[in-house]
């Protein structure tokens, strides 16, 4: 694995959580004041633009992960290694911290746009009203579920419209949202969760938002694979190859060379 190429990867990875963070939590934070249910559908677009965009800008370098849920997913499904889980899933939380950090300089503690008003504090997913843990972290790995599906089927399957995977995941996101988000805020990303948590110190129900999008994750990850990416009955030389940006090659098939042309006998003559 080339280190430069690593690199190139991490900064990618880093810069898709801190724009979700940067994106998702500010609308949450300057629509609070909205009329009830419009401020939702804000955040779900903020959430899923910033998502379909960054994979658009920066995807290429890395595969667009962005979510350690993901990362771990491609990891079971043997799309890419250990130290490139490990990598992109520590540069992930630091971008999630870096843009919780900044929008506590950038907004006031309170105020009409407090990012420590009550039912905001600094956009952390939570319970909605009469909603059980249980509940909660079921919503998580069933949103998980079809975020981690749409990311294999457009983006990792080869044969995926690959074209549209920005605008697909950006797309199932606002969609999780709008349904999970009055549920358990709808994180499905560990590291959109755990940063605006650390910078806040407020771990109220954080493995919830842990172990809902990992389970989620594994279950779309290693059932696409199993189902529809590479079959178990095929042999090892006709498996497809992977979406570029990730570091497991398979065998290509190759071409079978066309067997020279026949050179003509030349006839002799009696004299």
Sequence with gaps: MDDRDL???????FLGPFALVIAGVGAIISTQNL???????????????????MIAAVGQFSGGHFNP???????????????????????????????AGLLTVVFPALGPMGRNNPGVNLGLPGLGPDVTV??????????????VLTVFGTAVDPSGPRTIA??????????????????????????????????????????????????????????????????????AEVRREPAPGVDVTMPRVEPIAAAPPARRRRGSRRR
Excluded at 79 to 89: A, G, K, L
């Design 7 to 13: 690199w190139k990867a991490a900064i990618a990875e």
């Design 35 to 53: 009329a009830d249910g419009g401020n939702l559908v804000a955040v779900a677009l903020a959430h899923g633009l910033a998502i379909g965009l």
């Design 69 to 99: 849920a993901i990362s771990i997913g491609a990891l079971a499904a043997g799309v890419i290694s250990v130290q490139r889980t490990v990598v992109y899933v520590v540069a992930q939380v630091l971008g999630a911290i870096v843009g």
């Design 134 to 147: 249980s509940g909660a972290l079921i919503m998580e790995v069933i949103m998980t579920f079809f975020l």
């Design 166 to 235: 920005p605008l697909a995941i950006g797309l199932i996101i606002t969609v999780d949202i709008l349904a999970g988000g009055r549920i358990s805020g709808a994180a499905m990303n560990p590291a959109r969760s755990i940063g605006p948590a650390l910078v806040q110190q407020d771990f109220t129900n954080w493995w919830i938002y842990w172990v809902g999008p990992i389970i989620g994750g594994l279950i779309a990850a290693l059932g696409y694979k199993y189902l529809w990416l590479e079959p178990p009955d095929l042999p």
